[in-house]
């Protein structure tokens, strides 16, 4: 069975990430433009380095922690309310959340009210 590095499912009306089960040769995921509220499913996806959740429904980012190659997480143009659980993704080069680019999640401290 050949299973792609790349996986391009933008605009499809996905409102969950399910069915995407082991793939340890997936590096990319486009689930940009669809109805996803959670982010869930994805620490089977060891080696993922770019996720596109951008323009869904999504409120708070979490579930990511364990993906510690990413280099881009794009999720702006969702509805994000909170941000846990991210100390995996410390190094993360870039992260987009809202109009902004976060060069690194250090400087997300910046955002917390506490």
Known sequence: MLIAANR??????????????YQPKMRC?????????KIENLQDMPNLDTVNLSK????????LGEL???????????CI???????GLLECPSIQVGCCVV????????????
Request: charged share 20%.
């Open 29 to 37: 995921l486009y689930l940009h433009e669809n109805l996803i509220e």
């Open 103 to 114: 060069c690194c999640l250090r400087c997300l401290r910046v955002f917390s009210t506490g």
């Open 68 to 78: 510690s190659v990413l280099k881009t997480l794009l999720l702006g143009h969702n």
């Open 81 to 87: 309310e909170n941000v846990e659980n991210l100390q």
């Open 56 to 63: 869904n429904s999504i409120e708070v980012v979490e579930n």
């Open 8 to 21: 391009y499912l933008e605009g499809n009306g996905i409102s969950k990430i399910t069915g995407l089960h």
